[in-house]
């Protein structure tokens, strides 16, 4: 086994095995070289080698449950805790210990959290997780603009190390497809209560084409307001924009329970791309 191959399975046992991770991938900067500027692992690191992706499973059974706080039997406290905030801690946990390991090799190793700063760019992260856990070969994108992968679907959270450690690439991912809209009737566009995605766009991963619906951002986050997830209701322009939704949150005030929550991370309060998902389980729930 030559080095490059032995570091990548002592990383990928700590990950799995020490750390808890559900999956490991590796990329190439090259997968990603066609990331908007400013995004790509080597603007952050010109010497980067490898981008090491891992992931965390959502519990089935808070997607099970997940609803609206006023749906019988339905409740988003366990998704938003244990599908959320508490997998963003894992996740920052457990990439801490990857970059100390890499580190005391004499590498350096950049990772990225998996949510809620916003610092750069404003309404997107400063690296894409989705694009690089395509690029590492987890998954593929669906439709809804989810990575999907054939363990879990869309029941995942994911975080990023950019590292200039010698790292072997993993294959990228070439199962059965794992969006399938002609068997689940496009269940993702179906369930969004704002009507969030729209359209289409495409774009090269590893020399790969990936094609998802184009997201209408404002709209998904008017969600919160409108359909009452933050607990006030607010209708929805017929086009809304960023100053608009800016205006609603000067004008209402969160619930205290998600008041509490954000105190530790930004919690969304919807979902449904996720929940409506049926990937890969397309034989027992799209038969």
């Known amino acids: 086994m030559d080095r490059q191959t032995e570091m990548t399975e002592v990383l990928r046992d700590l990950a799995l095995d020490g750390l808890g991770m559900d999956l490991f991938g590796v990329a190439s900067p090259e997968r990603l070289a066609g990331a908007p500027e400013g995004r790509r692992p080597t603007d952050y690191m010109p010497g980067a080698n490898a981008v090491v992706v891992c992931a965390s499973k959502i519990p089935d059974a808070a997607i099970d449950v997940a609803g609206r706080y006023d749906e019988p039997g339905k409740t988003l406290a366990p998704y938003m805790w244990y599908g959320y905030v508490t997998l963003n801690w894992d996740l920052s946990s457990a990439v801490n210990r990857m970059v100390r390991f890499l580190e005391r090799r004499g590498f350096k190793a950049l990772p990225f959290p998996p949510t809620g700063l916003l610092y750069k760019y404003g309404n997107v992260g400063d690296f894409?997780?989705?694009?690089?856990?395509?690029?590492?070969?987890?998954?593929?994108?669906?439709?809804?603009?989810?990575?999907?992968t054939p363990e879990f679907g869309a029941r995942q959270r994911l975080v990023s190390i950019i590292t200039d450690a010698p790292l072997a690439v993993s294959p990228m991912y070439d199962g059965q497809a794992l969006c399938q809209p002609q068997a689940c009737g496009y269940a993702c566009i179906r369930a969004c209560?704002?009507?969030?995605?729209?359209g289409r766009t495409s774009f090269d991963i590893g020399g790969r084409t990936q094609t998802h619906a184009k997201l209408k951002g404002v709209k998904c986050k008017w969600l919160y307001a409108e359909k009452g997830y933050r607990r006030t209701k607010v209708p929805m322009p017929p086009a809304p924009t960023d100053e608009d939704w800016r205006a609603v949150q000067a004008s209402t005030k969160p619930h205290p329970f998600d008041a509490a929550l954000n105190q530790f991370t930004f919690v969304p309060h919807c979902g449904a791309c996720i929940f409506s998902c049926p990937s890969p389980r397309f034989e027992t729930c799209c038969g």
């Open 128 to 148: 894409s997780h989705r694009h690089a856990a395509v690029a590492a070969g987890l998954g593929e994108f669906g439709f809804n603009g989810l990575v999907l």
């Open 193 to 198: 209560p704002t009507k969030a995605m729209t």
